[in-house]
């Protein structure tokens, strides 16, 4: 299983970004997909997932801004992210997992798969 993250980069408040999460060694409808972030100094924190089954989740921080997506055919991943603020700045990291829980998803420990994180920088 491989995940390589990609679209980072440095906006202005209210402007927007789209990641990429390349993947390999798995299909989507057999995993639990999904996007943390990491700031400087904290936790990393669970932003929004796909279940096996297609149903997006995402944290109250993110949800209305941000939409997760997945294009089996090109086995990538999204993270479209609309009105940043500078609080979304962070390091973001994709995810897979197989064994997944719903109740456990919002827990980074629970996931196995990682890519290597893209650095978004939202200046105000």
């Known amino acids: 299983v491989q995940l390589q993250a990609s679209g980072g980069g440095t906006v202005q408040a209210g402007d927007s970004l789209k990641l990429s999460c390349v993947t390999s060694?798995?299909?989507?409808?057999?995993?639990?997909i999904g996007w943390f972030r990491q700031a400087p100094g904290k936790e990393r924190e669970f932003v929004a997932a796909i279940t096996k089954s297609g149903t997006t989740v995402y944290s109250d921080s993110v949800k209305g801004r941000f939409t997760i997506s997945r294009d089996a055919a090109k086995t990538t991943m999204y993270l479209q992210m609309n009105s940043l603020k500078p609080e979304d700045t962070a390091v973001y990291f994709c995810?897979?997992?197989?064994?997944?829980?719903?109740?456990?998803?919002?827990?980074?420990?629970?996931?196995?798969?990682w890519g290597q994180g893209t650095l978004v920088t939202v200046s105000s």
């Open positions: 995810a897979a997992d197989r064994t997944l829980i719903l109740s456990s998803i919002r827990d980074p420990k629970q996931w196995d798969h």
């Open positions: 060694g798995f299909t989507f409808r057999n995993v639990y």
